[in-house]
């Protein structure tokens, strides 16, 4: 037993415990000598169990506390304080809101993908630009790197339209027309980071907009929106099963550099949900798919899944922040919903044309 926890000696004035009868009163004599006052010195108190009262008020660990018994003089002896329970775990975001908003997302998605498929090619490209903006305000404010916005966008809805209309051969003209208009665009600036400026923004066209297009190519065939449906299902699926999985058993770190949230386990259970769904999704949406290429097409969708998860955790950590937008409540911003979507779209675009034989 800690010193600290045991009652004063008799003749330090202390109440004795309770049992014990009544303290008698120290003895008239003479002063005590050097050697007494040191056996009469006040007994540190120590804090109650469960940590410090005064640390959790906010005020100073050695602010000066009021005189009187330790508060542990009246336990009785041998009682140690009951161990802290473990705190239970809990989700980094606001569920409520997350649900809500991905509710929400969902009824758009779905009503515009069945009812008016070029009402989803604007949905398409309402969601690239809203990323680029994210991206560009993002590398700005936080490396100084001035990629243009103006360009991007034009050029990143020129491609969404151009691979629904003329497919990939189109998508990919309106890549290399965006890279030009870039160049010159920053032209109109300083020289100075001028390469610097280029390069992020070509980054930024590829990362958004001309992933992006694998979505209209998608929408672009014969039962072009199963096709988007079940790649939008398997990737939700995938994140679901990883973030229920990993949130449940996860101990095992799977990227603690990139994201330190992410564990093996997890991806276990990304793969598990994504194989299972994709059996299900082409066996019963989509004509010509079997079982066992779904399986495939969700094995594939939950790694290619992950790698965007990762690969954006990697931007932002690069970038010191935490969200890339603040747009959708419980979720961040809108990258951060497109992160794993969009590394994803030309893997299920390239295996449902191998399966299925069109496109």
Same mark, same amino acid.
């Given at each position: 037993?800690?010193?600290? %926890? ?12 309770? &049992? ?21 010195? /006040?007994? /540190? ?20 506390? =009021? ?15 009951? =161990? ?9 975001? @606001? $569920? ?58 034009? &050029? ?20 290399? $027309? ?30 958004? /907009? ?18 988007? $449906? ?7 699926? %995938? ?66 899944? !992950?790698?965007? @998860?990762?690969?954006? %955790?990697?931007?932002?950590?690069? $970038? ?5 937008? !603040? ?12 992160? %794993?979507?969009?590394?994803?779209? /030309? ?13």
């Amino acid at each position: 037993m800690n010193d600290s %926890s045991r009652g004063a000696p008799p003749h330090a004035g202390y109440g004795g415990p309770p &049992g014990q009868g009544p303290v008698r009163p120290p003895a008239a004599g003479p002063p005590h000598g050097a050697g007494d006052a040191a056996q009469t010195r /006040p007994m /540190p108190i120590v804090p109650p169990a469960g940590g410090d009262q005064d640390d959790r008020d906010g005020h100073d660990r050695g602010a000066a506390r =009021p005189s009187g018994p330790p508060v542990h003089a009246h336990r009785p002896a041998g009682a140690h304080p009951s =161990p802290a329970t473990p705190p239970r775990k809990r989700a980094g975001r @606001d $569920l409520r809101a997350a649900i809500g908003v991905g509710v929400g997302l969902g009824a758009v998605i779905l009503a515009s993908l069945f009812f008016v498929k070029d009402v989803f090619v604007g949905v398409i490209a309402a969601a690239v630009v809203v990323g680029l903006w994210e991206l560009t305000s993002r590398l700005r404010e936080q490396k100084g790197i001035r990629a243009p916005l103006v360009p991007l966008a034009l &050029g990143g809805v020129a491609m969404v339209v151009a691979g629904y209309l003329r497919g990939p051969e189109g998508a990919w003209v309106a890549m290399a $027309l965006t890279a030009l208009a870039v160049l010159a665009w920053r032209m109109t600036d300083a020289p100075e980071n001028y390469l610097r400026d280029v390069t992020a923004a070509l980054f930024a066209a590829f990362y958004v /907009p001309f992933l992006a297009t694998f979505v209209a190519l998608m929408l672009a065939a014969d039962d072009g929106a199963w096709w988007v $449906l079940v790649f939008l299902l398997l990737t939700v699926v %995938s994140d679901t099963g990883a973030y229920a999985v990993g949130w449940r058993f996860g101990t095992h770190k799977l990227a603690p550099r990139i994201s330190p949230g992410k564990t093996r386990e997890g991806l276990l259970g990304a793969v598990g949900f994504a194989m299972v769904a994709g059996a299900l999704c082409l066996e019963f949406l989509i004509d010509g798919g079997s079982w066992w290429e779904g399986l495939l097409l969700g094995l594939a969708v939950a790694g290619s899944a !992950t790698l965007g @998860d990762l690969g954006e %955790s990697m931007i932002k950590r690069d $970038l010191g922040i935490k969200d890339m937008g !603040t747009l959708l409540p419980g979720h961040g911003g809108i990258m951060d919903r497109l992160d %794993s979507l969009l590394p994803t779209a /030309p893997v299920a675009w390239l295996l449902l044309v191998v399966f299925t034989g069109s496109g």
